[in-house]
């Protein structure tokens, strides 16, 4: 299994560009994750999927969208950058009924 | 504020010391609690877990204590190594994800 995969590993982007983050996971989990990670913070949860065509805000929604097309994929959408979006990103999936959440390896967005 | 909180930011120890990282919560009903090590341009990967009907869990080299007393957690690295060095985060179970600490970073001096 490759586990969790994030495409792509680093992004510059001017502020008003639109992007997605990608999200794949082969392990057959149904609850999938975005975080954001500030420099010498913790994680904070931006939304989540519990499956295929649910999702919910987290902590942290507002400047960002998802999608739960399948079960794999969870992508994250930014429709106007903004500098404050600059941040560390990671996707993290994990199996219903088990706390232990399983994550990639980040994405890392500039927005200039 | 921060519902889940770490003692020191940072920690340095000599190869082959013990290492203890600490780690606070505030909601008393949170039953189950998760460290992570996250190494530099990596994700967060998992180490222990322990749920709130436990007080201490054992691992590979590591042991996590849970204190529900006061409300405190902490992992203990046994002969810690170089490939210890990183970034520690204690998560709690919250409503809809993991609440996350702000992480101690772990620097092992030979």
């Known amino acids: 299994n490759a586990g969790v995969t994030q495409t792509p590993k680093f992004r510059i982007l001017k502020i008003g560009q639109s992007m997605t983050l990608q999200c794949t996971q082969d392990?057959?989990?149904?609850?999938m994750y975005w975080y954001r990670q500030d420099p010498g913070m913790g994680l904070k949860l931006i939304y989540y999927?519990?499956?295929?065509?649910?999702?919910d805000k987290g902590e942290v929604p507002n400047g960002y969208n998802v999608s739960r097309s399948t079960t794999e994929d969870f992508p994250l959408r930014l429709e106007l950058a903004a500098p404050s979006q600059t941040s560390v990103y990671f996707c993290?999936?994990?199996?219903?009924?088990?706390?232990?959440?399983?994550f990639g390896p980040g994405t890392r967005l500039l927005v200039l | 504020g921060e519902s889940v909180g770490l003692h020191l930011p940072t920690l340095s120890v000599q190869e082959g010391d013990n290492s203890i990282i600490n780690c606070a919560y505030s909601?008393?009903?949170?039953?189950?609690f998760i460290w992570y090590k996250q190494e530099s341009g990596k994700g967060p990967q998992f180490i222990i877990d322990?749920?709130?009907?436990?007080d201490k869990r054992q691992g590979q080299r590591v042991t996590v204590l849970l204190n529900k007393t006061v409300k405190h957690l902490s992992l203990q690295i046994a002969a810690t190594q170089p490939g210890d060095s990183a970034v520690y985060f204690c998560?709690?179970?919250?409503?809809?994800?993991?609440?996350f600490g702000k992480g101690t970073s772990l620097l092992v001096t030979p």
């Open positions: 999927s519990v499956g295929a065509g649910i999702t």
């Open positions: 993290a999936s994990s199996l219903i009924g088990e706390e232990t959440q399983y």
């Open positions: 392990m057959n989990h149904n609850y």
């Open positions: 322990i749920r709130s009907n436990m």
């Open positions: 998560a709690e179970k919250g409503q809809e994800a993991l609440n």
């Open positions: 909601n008393s009903a949170s039953d189950y």
